[in-house]
């Protein structure tokens, strides 16, 4: 199971972390992505983590975000800073199976998916 949390409202320019937990399997065999969906628009890969740790990020946020995993804590983090309306929406994390990889994919080829947490940038 995945469970994201961290979401809420900020105001531009402020930061929020999200968190993401994985149970129920090896954390380290999975690689994990973050995806967001505001309303009316498609999900779309905002960052990911390989299980060697290597990370992607979309150019959307690049400079803005980071992601980075905690495998002891079977933890997976988003670090936004710099927010901005247009970044509103769900954020979703999800799991893919992918051991001993350097490769992640921000393309929603998971098989795994949390519920999501709302983020709402708003004065």
């Known amino acids: 199971q995945l469970q994201a949390s961290g979401g809420g409202l900020v105001q531009p320019g402020g930061s929020l972390r999200l968190s993401c937990t994985l149970s129920g399997f090896i954390f380290d065999e999975y690689g994990m992505g973050w995806f967001r969906q505001a309303p009316g628009n498609e999900r779309e890969g905002i960052s990911c983590a390989a299980t060697f740790g290597n990370t992607d990020i979309a150019d959307s946020v690049k400079g803005r975000f980071t992601t980075f995993r905690d495998n002891a804590k079977n933890m997976v983090y988003l670090q936004m800073s710099s927010l901005k309306p247009e970044d509103t929406g769900v954020y979703y994390c999800?799991?893919?199976?992918?051991?001993?990889?350097?490769?992640?994919?921000?393309?929603?080829?998971?098989?795994?998916w949390g519920q999501g947490t709302q983020v709402t940038v708003s004065s």
């Open positions: 999800a799991a893919r199976y992918s051991p001993k990889s350097d490769y992640c994919s921000l393309r929603r080829d998971y098989g795994y």
